[in-house]
């Protein structure tokens, strides 16, 4: 069985995409051959059955010209099962005017809230979309398969207890988007503060966009007017690797981004044994029965205070067995060999 994977980078340390990297390794461990067509790669040791080809240029055309010419010679021969395309609907409508007339399917892996034309087109062009929960996908369409996120969990090992007392060590990871909801987060610390919780939040994420950068402007201007420069560290990107240290060093995560786009970092946190506080729908399997609640309404910021007054006042060992739950939730639904078998499994229908 032979794949052919398209993405963006095949880097284990780029900020948003390092995790490319080991569903590679899970196809190549399901299938004889995975061919990865990338616009950029590092190099990396990957399975013996994976080659690696690149088609970075300065322009679109040239991008696109380079691509057809690394996958036409693909096609051919012993033909591939699938052409999966990863995240860039672009590639799903460039590669399905060859590829489906062969009688290969054209796989879309899409999760984001924005639902832009090049999706619709990609969609309508492709054999099957899969996306980490039908919800995450933003068209309605039967061609869409839930196969949950991919996550390494040896990438993010189980941290146990904790033993800690004192105050509470929120985070919150992800760039300085209005999307992610942060202001919402300040204004509920400092409502929890104002109860009485002792508590301490650190947001770490990259500014990429003039938006972003803004918005990051307006959030350091929001812990000022809310007196919350004890308490709040407002930080930059940090190296991938870095991640498992800091989520190693966190009581809790906070997640307010918008409905639609289920943020990875809600199911890494899990992964390491981190409880979440989540206001997204989409993770709503993902946290349902715990108790204390772990969700929380996005625009209450005073319902997320009160989630972490509760989890503030809950022992260490509390904690750890509510992280060592969503540990088990990751490994049942969200691993990267779970996903594996779900996308290959969304060719046979």
């Not at 899409?110 to 996306?131: E, Q």
């Not at 061609?143 to 390494?152: N, P, T, W």
């Not at 770490?204 to 307006?218: A, F, I, K």
């Not at 509760?310 to 992280?323: C, K, Q, T, V, Y």
Request: a positive charge; proline letters at 7%.
């Amino acid at each position: 069985m032979r794949l052919v994977f398209v993405t963006q980078q095949v880097d284990p340390a780029h900020p948003a995409l390092a995790a490319t990297v080991p569903k590679i390794r899970a196809l190549c461990a399901r299938a004889d051959e995975v061919v990865v067509l990338s616009l950029g790669a590092v190099p990396v040791p990957l399975p013996a059955n994976c080659r690696v080809k690149t088609f970075g240029a300065r322009t679109r055309a040239g991008r696109g010209l380079r691509f057809a010419a690394a996958l036409l010679p693909e096609l051919r021969g012993p033909r591939p099962v699938a052409v999966f395309a990863h995240m860039c609907p672009i590639y799903a409508v460039l590669a399905a005017p060859v590829a489906r007339p062969l009688g290969i399917p054209v796989v879309l892996w899409y999760t984001h809230w924005r639902a832009t034309a090049l999706l619709r087109l990609a969609a309508l062009l492709s054999s099957r979309v899969v996306s980490v929960d039908r919800r995450s996908f933003p068209l309605a369409s039967a061609k869409v398969r839930a196969i949950g996120h991919g996550i390494d969990l040896a990438e993010f090992p189980y941290a146990g207890l904790r033993g800690r007392t004192g105050a509470l060590r929120v985070l919150a990871l992800g760039r300085t988007s209005e999307a992610k909801g942060l202001a919402g987060i300040l204004r509920a610390v400092r409502l929890a503060r104002d109860a009485g919780v002792d508590l301490s939040l650190d947001v770490n994420g990259p500014s990429l966009t003039v938006e972003e950068r803004t918005h990051r402007l307006e959030l350091e201007r929001l812990v000022r007017e809310l007196d919350l420069e004890e308490c709040v560290a407002i930080a930059g990107a940090v190296p991938r690797e870095q991640v498992p240290v800091l989520l190693g060093v966190a009581d809790v995560l906070v997640n307010n981004m918008r409905a639609g786009a289920p943020d990875k970092v809600v199911y890494e946190a899990g992964a390491a044994s981190v409880p979440v506080l989540a206001s997204n729908a989409v993770f709503d399997e993902l946290l349902a029965g715990f108790e204390p609640s772990l969700r929380f309404e996005r625009e209450r910021p005073e319902e997320l205070a009160e989630r972490l007054a509760a989890l503030a006042a809950l022992s260490p060992e509390r904690r750890a067995e509510l992280g060592a739950a969503l540990r088990e939730r990751v490994a049942a639904g969200h691993s990267v060999e779970s996903w594996a078998d779900g996308a290959l499994a969304a060719l046979r229908g």
